[in-house]
């Protein structure tokens, strides 16, 4: 069965940092491109950053550019979401997903089981 395996979320404070790690199992990350997504209660499931399969193109969404970083190291077959100055609203469940299109908007076939991010003090 293939699926995504997400780690690294947590709790912290407002301007903390965390790094989420997304590993694949059954299958290679270097033949896909890799999206992170996140959902908070009671909203829908948004498109955060998203990183091609050479890693040569990354995409963010407005509300997380300068923030977060998206990279990838295909030779340990992991992709990073590495946050940066974390706001409460950036709090809710992380996914990774693999797909042959990056975008924040594609479709993808491949999906984890998610991630909780908290931030609050």
């Known amino acids: 069965q293939l699926q995504l395996v997400e780690s690294g979320g947590g709790l912290v404070q407002p301007g903390g940092s965390l790094r989420l790690s997304c590993a694949p199992s059954?299958?290679?990350?270097?033949?896909?491109?890799i999206g992170w997504f996140r959902q908070a209660p009671g909203k829908e499931r948004e498109g955060v950053s998203c990183?091609?399969?050479?890693?040569?193109?990354?995409d963010y969404a407005e509300s997380v550019k300068g923030r977060f970083t998206i990279s990838r190291d295909n030779a340990k077959n992991v992709v990073y979401l590495q946050m940066n100055s974390l706001k409460p609203e950036d709090t809710g469940v992380y996914y990774c997903?693999?797909?042959?299109?990056?975008?924040?908007?594609?479709?993808?076939?491949?999906w984890g089981q998610g991630t909780q991010v908290t931030v609050s003090s």
């Open positions: 997903a693999a797909g042959w299109v990056a975008g924040l908007n594609a479709d993808y076939v491949h």
């Open positions: 990183i091609t399969k050479s890693g040569g193109f990354t």
């Open positions: 059954g299958f290679t990350l270097d033949d896909y491109a």
